[in-house]
């Protein structure tokens, strides 16, 4: 029955919790793409194997790239195929790693503010089921209040027809609190570009959803009280704030006097406009001035915010705030002269160190590898190349243009990407965390030559 | 007295060795650069002051970059100048590095080959004296072998004049053990291509004298027997074979088709030239084909190779094999599970990792910056400022011939560049390894989610 099927599936779940994590995902991008190869899903245009993959794993994995131009070409039945495979993506992603955060932080016996954690003793499948309903909870309500400010926006500032203005508002609601970036409009945000009522309210939303549940969680509790912040959201917290501002200011003043871009606004509207792409490559992925008009530094500098991404547990991709905190209190340590690593009054373990190490050079090798191949099979700057294979790796979306035109097996290598970018740094970094054990020191120590 | 002012200066070394070091570069490279802004030393060509600083840091540092083109366009004293800043540059460099090496492996206990460690038990002049001694001996004979190889080829395959072909093959050799990259002609070793006889033993000298003098010492004693090597040189002599193997291969296959550079050529030349430019990223610096004219994703494969450079205590620059290694033997240890890090028999100290950790993403964040203030200043693509950022940084000296004409506070931005590339992760590896204490765990544990 049911049940039993249910307690099978957690049973599994608990024994190998990542590899249910990426079947789960495999089989609904399959659906998504049977769903948006039918028909009645395509508004008229024909629609590749491969275009309807990558727009279901695009969807899902909430990564926000495309190669069928804005959501908008698809049916009405597509374009909720699509919707529906964002919120389930988003949803999806945020329990899956809060159970799978939740069984690494029990593991080590460590302080974290998970819900129901603080209430029992074991963690059970009651667990899970509360994670999930405060997690719908949680992700509905941003999304309604977003849509709120939204639709009214839409409607009485930009001429949009009421119908038209609450089914464009609400799919840009769920498509920033899901970190998505997809938009039914083949320019992205531009048509409200300047507006601080949409872009702010966008911005906000995605911002939230990009920290992550567990931090989203902490920060309701005890939002006026730091000091009593969990080590895991103080460092994301305060890592997210210094990469937003540093964003915003960076991009902003790298484009400040770019006349494609930011340089021919009004300087209120460059500020605004450039925050916000400051903001954006945190994985939100919208755009309100052409990305693949900006300066090649900007662009560069839109990198490696891409690849950092936003905190762990959420819609954000990249390797997290949280790890790209763990390499630089490990610097500042070494700098300083430190025997050992202090962040926020806490030790970090030679564990987190060296998972941090690891993850990000595993993404680093995986990006350099893909943009080679890339180069060597399409004719754009390597640069440009980068640029989208960061932005699928980080399920960001941003794109200076050129997936649509590359080669079909191109388009597949951005697809694994995107799969690879959402569930990979999850769960490697909760499986080597589960595996690892207590140090026996069986052999003699060893030291080569630094530098 | 001298003995008094020696018995200063080596006090003073052993008190602050890499401020002496850093010192003792600076006030070369002062006296380089007032003797070629002399009217003797430029061959009929005006030369700044920047350019004049820019060529002795180039020389000096061994990094090989160019703004005043070939070494023949000086008169024939300000090219011994600049032979004579290489060869002074390659041992001091070695002296220095393998000094501080010895200081820290001593400050460990550890066992590592270094000539005299092994006579005396405490560390003193005396050794750095024998230390230098040996070094000098092995860079003239190394450059002398190579010199009697090079000057009778040149003589009667290439048909130099012999009193040409003697100076050529000398030079050349300096440059090729020093790993400085500097020719005397404006398409450096073009002239050269497909001839075994000339870039065999110039890629064989470059790699020893990149190895680093540690490494040279301890294949000098055992070379036939590699279990008797140090974790040190184990180390830097399979990560560089990996990485010269791997670099042949990929370059010469990513421009086997290119028609600009090897793609016109019988494939016997193909394989040659392209083994050569597999080999020179990793400090060499010479090349046979235009290396402005390769494919972008070769280049971007070359900076990789760049960025990681040669063996410690050696002439080549980056952040070093034994760097490198340590970071993919952390990364493979984590994928393992394997609760240490172990590395041909030893355990890893976590103070190594973290040294390799902080060197690295410390050299990324220079590069980074540098890359996006240069596209910024100049109207250069992105990924040729990188190709020549990493290339000074890395000390290699190869180009897609940007650099002259880069605004002069750009030549002083790469000039700094040199200098830290060459200094900088030495001083900065050995400071960090002599700081080291032993841990006293004064905090509870603390872990963030990673990934
Ligand atoms: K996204
Ligand atoms: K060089």
Redesign the interface.
């Known amino acids: 029955g049911a049940t039993g099927r249910t307690a099978a599936v957690s049973r599994a779940f608990w024994g190998r919790p990542a590899r249910v994590l990426v079947l789960l995902f495999l089989s609904v991008i399959m659906l998504g793409t049977g769903l948006l190869m039918l028909p009645a899903a395509q508004g008229g245009r024909e629609v590749s194997a491969v275009e309807a993959l990558f727009t279901a794993t695009s969807a899902l994995c909430v990564a926000g790239l495309s190669v069928t131009g804005p959501v908008a070409h698809w049916s009405l039945f597509g374009q909720l195929v699509v919707l529906g495979l964002i919120q389930v993506g988003g949803i999806g992603i945020m329990t899956m790693a809060s159970v799978l955060?939740l069984v690494?932080?029990r593991r080590?016996g460590?302080r974290?503010q998970l819900s129901v954690q603080s209430e029992q003793r074991t963690l059970n499948v009651g667990d899970a089921r509360g994670i999930v309903l405060r997690i719908v909870a949680t992700s509905l309500t941003c999304e309604a209040l977003l849509a709120l400010v939204l639709i009214p926006r839409m409607w009485l500032a930009h001429g949009m027809p009421a119908h038209e203005a609450a089914y464009s508002g609400l799919f840009h609601s769920v498509s920033a609190f899901n970190n998505a970036g997809l938009s039914l409009y083949g320019d992205s945000l531009t048509r409200f570009a300047g507006d601080p009522l949409v872009l702010g309210p966008v911005a906000l939303a995605t911002v939230l959803g990009g920290l992550g549940f567990?931090v989203l969680l902490e920060l309701r509790r005890h939002l006026s009280t730091p000091r009593r912040w969990s080590?895991?959201t103080k460092?994301?917290v305060w890592t997210s704030l210094l990469l937003f501002v540093g964003g915003m200011v960076a991009v902003t003043a790298?484009e400040w006097g770019n006349p494609a871009t930011l340089g021919a606004l009004p300087w209120p509207q460059r500020l605004l406009d450039g925050a916000f792409h400051g903001v954006m490559p945190r994985s939100g992925g919208f755009n309100v001035v052409d990305v693949g008009a900006m300066?090649?530094?900007t662009?560069?500098?839109t990198v490696?915010l891409m690849f950092v991404g936003g905190g762990?547990?959420g819609t954000a991709g990249g390797?997290?705030a949280?790890?790209f905190?763990?390499?630089?209190f490990?610097?500042w340590?070494?700098?300083r002269?430190h025997?050992?690593?202090?962040?926020?009054?806490?030790?970090?373990?030679?564990?987190?160190?060296?998972?941090?190490?690891?993850?990000t050079?595993?993404s680093m090798t995986v990006v350099?590898f893909a943009?080679?191949?890339l180069?060597?099979i399409s004719p754009f700057?390597?640069?440009d190349v980068l640029f989208e294979v960061v932005s699928a790796f980080g399920v960001v979306g941003l794109s200076t243009g050129i997936a649509p035109a590359l080669p079909p097996h191109g388009q597949v290598l951005l697809t694994i990407l995107m799969f690879a970018g959402r569930l990979g740094?999850?769960t490697?970094?909760?499986a080597?965390?589960l595996?690892?054990?207590?140090?026996?020191?069986?052999?003699?120590?060893?030291?080569?030559?630094?530098?």
Chains 1, 2 share one sequence.
């Open positions: 955060g690494v932080i080590f460590l974290m567990p080590l895991h460092m994301t790298l300066e090649s530094h662009l560069f500098v490696m762990s547990a390797i997290k949280s790890t905190a763990v390499i630089w490990v610097v340590a070494e700098v002269g025997p050992q690593v202090h962040a926020f009054g806490r030790r970090l373990s030679a564990g987190a160190i060296r998972q941090a190490l690891s993850l050079f595993l350099a943009t080679i191949h180069t060597a700057p390597l640069l740094p999850i490697f970094a909760s080597l965390a595996r690892e054990r207590t140090r026996r020191y069986d052999l003699p120590e060893g030291r080569p030559v630094i530098g």
